[in-house]
């Protein structure tokens, strides 16, 4: 089976900014579908789930159209569905299953629904109950209350309350509520039983609002659409960042040191999945929350004195923690891997619904986590984890993920404690979240900042220790040579900020040794003449194309590590790398290795001129006012003036073994 190895990892600090929300995804594209008018859909989550609801809503005939990145123009169909007759297939998508069947029931056609195995194995009974009531056609394909479905078209009668039960799960009055709005009467629905997951009905209730449906309520017990009310779309509309999708990140800074940020997410979110934070808070992780993001850093430890704040408590445990979660189910998975980092047994109560998710998530919780090392304790609807006694989590395990993108995400975390881990079928993790892994190796793998003037030696050091620990190589000056290039390719003037900045976010460069390559040529050659050298730092120049970049070479951040060489890798770029390194030597030095290598290369040189050149130089970069080149205070000095390459190279290496062995 295809599988991930995730390398031990000693720290996560860095900055996520997060894929758009599924559940309010799937909402709004409903919404707008249904609704008058055009929707423009800004920041729309791209994964399995959004793309089976984009592709049925189509099927019905919306028009949806591209309109940029991540967004799409939705012409809302004023009412129900104007295609009569459709088969759709919906995945493992409970957010497009259960409100597609709802408003499908009220739109009097002949539609079957149908998803993967699994989601033949999802309950929908209580949902297909409510609809039954009010006199929509819905029939079992296979077995009696579950998927697949056949919806055919009926009368509708509004004028009895609708009993429905919120035991099972939060989505079948989500449907309900959703849908109901396209009769135009008014319409009551009464809860028969505890409603679970609530935080969700939150989200179904405001993006509602916000198409222009107002829905009244008594508590969590009965809802009623009044009569007369249509969705209209709201204009633009901005997906949030995934609340859930944060919890791995969010994790991995309370367990792992951090800080890591997420962005897209914060104070004003609509999901209810940010309350992680605070469960992890009350684990005793320092959060920090803004509009549009939160922090996470690792406990404060009360034993180990420390003499900085910000490295206090680095590698100290969680606390033990008996929770009710049963307002944010998906993210309590995270919860139960954080346990292992726990100081102490941890309980997970009133989770029931996880056994009708993905899959049988306590089931597969368990039998995974004893894989580790823990002790788990499972009930109906808890679970409790107790780290493994020695402290010490098992080394190598191969952790299945059961089709459940979160089992996958979840498992991740289990590389910060100090061991290898296998995830297999990684891919599953594609329902939410396609390149997870990415992101979270952009925040664990760990990163070698060498920094310093030029012809000081930095690239060729920085190769070799690429070289000697297997790590990743990013020659960041190049870049820039790179996006000259690759806008002289595409016709792009240098002048055209928001063109070069796109051809920035898009490059597609790879070091390889010492060889550059564009787009899979070599270009190594090319982008050392004297013209691409003035263009690149015209296209330097520009903010928008800096900015770019910056996301770019926070991608070359993989694992097992990078070391990156440039001006202002330890400042800007990697402000958390674990080693540092201003690396420089005299001008003279510098002048000669410069005049060395020219010769070398049968180009004619003189020395002189060389060293006029690289004063010049020093004295723009230590002046600049934009981030001048000097040494940061948390940089080692590397002065190789007097230095052999292989003592420079030796250096480095050492630093960067102390660091990681601090570490353990
Ligand atoms: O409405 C939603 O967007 C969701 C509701 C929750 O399901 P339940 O209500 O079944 O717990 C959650 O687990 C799911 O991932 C998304
Ligand atoms: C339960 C989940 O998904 P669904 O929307 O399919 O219910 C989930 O994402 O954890």
Redesign the pocket.
């Known amino acids: 089976m295809n599988h991930l190895d995730i390398p031990v990892l000693h720290r996560a600090a860095g900055t996520v900014r997060l894929p758009g929300s599924?559940?309010i995804s799937?909402?709004v594209l409903l919404l707008a579908a249904l609704a008058q008018g055009e929707t423009v859909v800004a920041d729309l989550l791209d994964s399995d789930d959004t793309r089976v609801m984009l592709a049925a809503l189509r099927q019905l005939g919306i028009g949806i159209e591209s309109a940029g990145a991540d967004s799409y123009r939705v012409k809302g169909a004023a009412g129900p569905f104007p295609i009569k007759q459709a088969e759709l297939f919906l995945g493992n998508a409970?957010?497009a299953f259960r409100p597609l069947t709802a408003a499908l029931a009220l739109s009097a056609g002949h539609y079957q629904l149908s998803g993967v195995a699994r989601m033949h194995e999802r309950p929908i009974r209580d949902l297909v109950d409510g609809l039954t009531q009010i006199g929509a056609e819905v029939r079992y394909l296979g077995n009696a209350g579950f998927p697949p479905l056949q919806v055919l078209p009926a009368q509708i009668n509004l004028s009895a309350p609708i009993q429905v039960r919120g035991d099972?799960?939060?989505?079948f009055l989500?449907a309900l509520l959703m849908a109901l709005p396209l009769m135009g009467q008014t319409a009551v629905i009464e809860m028969t039983t505890e409603l679970?997951?609530k935080p969700?009905i939150e989200?179904?209730l405001n993006l509602m609002a916000r198409f222009g449906v107002k829905v009244e309520r008594e508590g969590w017990s009965r809802f009623t659409i009044a009569a007369g009310q249509r969705y209209v779309s709201p204009g633009t509309i901005h997906v949030e960042g995934d609340a859930?999708s944060a919890s791995y990140f969010l994790a991995a800074g309370a367990i792992a040191g951090g800080p890591v940020r997420v962005e897209g997410v914060g104070r004003n979110s609509i999901q209810g999945d940010v309350a992680f934070a605070d469960a992890l808070a009350s684990l005793g992780a320092r959060i920090g929350m803004g509009d549009n993001w939160i922090e996470a850093r690792g406990p404060l430890s009360a034993l180990i004195p420390s003499p900085s704040p910000a490295d206090a408590g680095e590698g100290s445990k969680l606390r033990a923690f008996d929770l009710d979660l049963n307002h944010i189910?998906?993210a309590a998975m995270t919860l139960a891997v954080a346990a292992l980092f726990a100081d102490g047994p941890c309980t997970l109560r009133n989770i029931a619904?996880w056994r009708?998710?993905e899959t049988d998530r306590i089931v597969a919780m368990a039998t995974e986590l004893r894989k580790v090392g823990a002790i788990v304790e499972e009930g109906d609807d808890w679970l409790k984890v107790s780290p493994p006694y020695t402290s010490h989590l098992t080394p190598h395990a191969s952790i299945a993920t059961y089709d459940d993108h979160r089992m996958a995400m979840c498992f991740s975390l289990v590389a910060l404690g100090g061991v290898p881990v296998r995830i297999l079928d990684p891919n599953c993790v594609a329902k939410t979240f396609p390149d997870y892994f990415d992101r979270f190796a952009e925040i664990t793998a760990p990163v070698i900042a060498i920094d310093g003037p030029s012809a000081s030696g930095k690239g060729t050091v920085a190769q070799r220790v690429a070289n000697a620990l297997g790590y990743g190589y990013l020659d960041s000056g190049s870049l820039y040579r790179l996006v000259a290039l690759a806008g002289q390719q595409a016709g792009v003037g240098y002048d055209d900020e928001a063109g070069i900045a796109a051809i920035a976010a898009a490059l597609s460069a790879e070091f390889r040794g010492d060889q550059v390559l564009l787009s899979g040529n070599d270009v190594t050659e090319a982008i050392r003449s004297e013209e691409m050298s003035a263009a690149s730092s015209k296209v330097a120049a520009l903010p928008a194309v800096r900015a770019a970049l910056i996301e770019r070479q926070r991608a070359y951040r993989r694992w097992p590590g990078l070391v990156a060489d440039g001006r202002d890798m330890g400042s800007v770029v990697f402000p958390q790398a674990e080693v540092k390194i201003f690396l420089t030597a005299s001008v003279e030095a510098r002048a000669e290795r410069r005049y060395k290598q020219l010769i070398a290369k049968g180009v004619a040189a003189n020395i002189r001129p060389l060293l006029q050149d690289l004063r010049e130089r020093d004295e723009r970069d230590a002046s600049r006012s934009v981030a001048p080149l000097r040494k940061g205070e948390d940089a080692h000095l590397l002065d190789t003036t007097e230095l052999s390459i292989e003592q420079a190279v030796d250096a480095v290496l050492g630093w960067a073994r102390d660091a990681v062995d601090g570490k353990r």
């Open positions: 599924k559940s799937n909402r409970g957010t099972v799960s939060s989505q989500t679970i997951s969700y989200i179904t859930s189910p998906d619904s009708v998710k």
